[in-house]
């Protein structure tokens, strides 16, 4: 009888569920007369039912009590993982006290808009006049800045602040989410627990590195950090200590972020001496096929193919794609290298063509 509605099988701290297994022992005996007297009626099923239905939502609840114990276990497996990369005791004792799962982290990340918006609209809400406005402030306030930073790593000085105003609005907006809560939130929930399992362990090393704080380590729901918006792993990678301070600090310390930057695209694969690409038209019967990020050719053999625009430059050499973010039918854009070092840092077309046409507002004349 105690497995026809499958309630054996629930389970739950002993400490957390005596009500409930005191109130599924009155349930089974409820049954067990019923069955023995011959008196199943429709009503005692009706009252079976209602009665199982209020049993599952008394376990579901009690279930919720042992998630806590569940995430502890979960997290001292990673800090075991912690201490065996190199990670202290004392940055472990003092990062993971309280750490806690962030619902809302789990919302977002189940949230996420699927409508598609189109290229235009995209460009419409990322380059604004207000943000070329203010990129150009940037530029002119930190000129010294970036020319040593555009010496240093070969990357023009429009192009990095294009990406620093673009993921946080010029330092403006890096996030409020603790990191270390966000990315152990989705490590455990298991959907690219991986992922970001990695990514919690080179927070943990930032940390015992002395670079930031675990109370100021603040960032995206994602756990992108800073003015530049690294993840961790970007962080330990890329990120440098342009002042030579001792400490990479890419939240609070211009240099530090906006090097950062510059160090990323160049071992990227940046190249100094060109641009990211540019709009083009492309004459009746063009190729469908021939607009794919695969195929490259020389812009000497583009133009002899009948694409047009405005100044191309002047290497006849330079290997360039056809991309048509919207797909084919909308917007036409000649690719260069360039273009495909940005796509390394966000892997979306409309991000990359927004990053190019706002560093080209912002470093115009």
């Known amino acids: 009888m105690n497995s026809i509605f499958g309630l054996n099988n629930i389970t739950c701290k002993r400490t957390a569920c005596d009500t409930f297994n005191m109130f599924r022992g009155f349930f089974y005996s409820y ?9 199943l009626t429709a009503r005692t099923l009706r009252i079976a039912v209602r ?21 502890q276990a979960w997290l001292a497996d990673v800090r075991k993982e912690a201490i065996a990369s190199g990670v202290s005791e004392e940055t472990l004792n003092h990062a993971l006290r309280d750490l806690q799962p962030i619902p809302l982290v789990i919302k977002r990340d189940r949230s996420q808009p699927e409508f598609k918006l189109t290229l235009d ?19 002119h306030e930190h000129r010294d800045l970036l020319t040593r930073i555009s010496k240093q790593y070969g990357v023009q000085p429009e192009f990095v602040v294009a990406l620093w105003g673009i993921e946080t609005r010029y330092g403006e907006r890096t996030g409020s989410f603790p990191v270390l ?27 015992d590195d002395g670079h930031i704080s675990a109370e100021n380590m603040n960032g995206s729901w994602a756990g992108a950090m800073g003015q530049v918006q690294f993840m961790p792993s970007s962080f330990q990678s890329y990120a440098v200590d342009y002042d030579g301070d001792g400490r990479i600090d890419i939240w609070n310390n211009v240099g530090d972020a906006l090097a950062s930057a510059a160090n990323y695209l160049a071992r990227s694969g940046w190249e100094g001496d060109q641009g990211w690409g540019q709009e083009v038209q492309l004459p009746k019967g063009f190729n469908k096929k021939l607009i794919n990020s695969r195929v490259r050719k020389s812009l000497n053999e583009w133009q002899r193919m009948g694409v047009s625009g405005k100044g191309f430059p002047q290497n006849p050499n330079l290997q360039a794609s056809i991309v048509q973010p919207d797909r084919q039918g909308g917007r036409t854009f000649l690719a260069y290298p360039n273009y495909r070092v940005i796509l390394k840092w966000n892997r979306s077309n409309f991000f990359a063509v927004a990053v190019g046409i706002l560093a080209d507002r912002i470093g115009a004349p």
């Open 31 to 39: 049954l067990d007369r019923r069955i023995s007297s011959k008196r």
């Open 121 to 139: 609209e995209y460009l419409n809400r990322v380059v604004t006049e207000s943000r070329i406005r203010e990129g150009r402030k940037k530029l």
């Open 51 to 71: 009665l199982t239905i209020l049993l599952v939502l008394i376990a579901a609840d009690h279930s919720l009590g042992a998630t806590k114990a569940s995430f």
């Open 181 to 207: 809560a966000a990315v152990a939130t989705l490590a455990y929930d298991g959907r690219r627990s991986k992922y970001f399992r990695r990514e919690l362990l080179n927070a943990l090393k930032i940390l």
